[in-house]
Every structure is written in structure tokens, then in C-alpha cells.
Nanobody, 124 residues
């Protein structure tokens, strides 16, 4: 059974940087795309970034373009979300997810495994 565990959340001032990590434990032969979504109280879940199994292809959500990037270390079964120039509106619970296929997707229905989430708070 694969488990996704996020880490790296915390508080940061606007304009700063934050890096979130997600470790996929369990079977290591899984070859699926992974992604980050976020959700704030009272708001719908929002796509942030996704990366294909090989790490060669990525997709970045509109709110994160130009500021966030996503990377993958297949040897360590880890993906990272690199957040820079953060804004107060980036405050949310960030969730790591594993897809049902190898290509990155922006649609949460394409993901069947989810982590418990990690909180990121940006102060102005």
C-alpha cells in the first residue's frame, strides 16, 4: 500500500520562499504522475502543479505560473514543490496526490491517492 506523506510546510512572509516535499512510501515500482493541489477554507480545491513519472513533463496552475515549480527524484520516490515570491493568497493546505497514469493532469479526478496535507501560511 502506497502512502503519501507531505512535509516542509510552515509560515513565511510574503515575497519569501518555501519548499514542500512529498514522499511516496511502500511499493517503489509505481510509475505514475504526481501533483500538488491546495485548498483554503471556503474555497474549492485548486490545482497547483503536476509532474509526469519521468519528471520530463510538468504542468503548472495559473495561480502558480512564474512563481512555483515542481521537481521529482524518482530514486527517492519524492516530489517537491518549490514556491517563490509567495503571496498571502498562497496560504492553504497543500496536498500531494498520485495519478492513475504517467502523464501530468490538472484534474483532481485523475488522482486516486492523496496525502494528509501540509499547511503553508504566508503573512503580509
Amino acid at each position: 500500500q502506497v502512502q503519501l506523506v507531505e512535509s516542509g510546510g510552515g509560515s513565511v512572509e510574503a515575497g519569501g520562499s518555501l519548499r514542500l516535499s512529498c514522499l511516496a512510501s511502500g511499493r517503489t515500482d509505481r510509475r505514475y504522475a504526481m501533483a500538488w493541489f491546495r485548498q483554503s477554507p471556503g474555497k474549492e480545491r485548486e490545482f497547483v502543479a503536476a509532474i509526469g513519472w519521468s519528471g520530463a513533463s510538468t504542468r503548472i496552475g495559473d495561480a502558480a505560473k512564474g512563481r512555483f515549480s515542481v521537481s521529482r527524484d524518482t530514486g527517492k520516490n519524492t516530489i517537491c514543490l518549490h514556491m517563490s515570491s509567495v503571496k498571502p493568497e498562497d496560504t492553504a493546505m497543500y496536498y500531494c496526490a498520485e495519478a492513475l497514469h504517467v502523464s501530468p493532469s490538472e484534474d483532481f479526478v485523475d488522482y486516486n491517492r492523496w496525502g494528509a496535507g501540509v499547511q503553508a501560511a504566508v503573512s503580509s
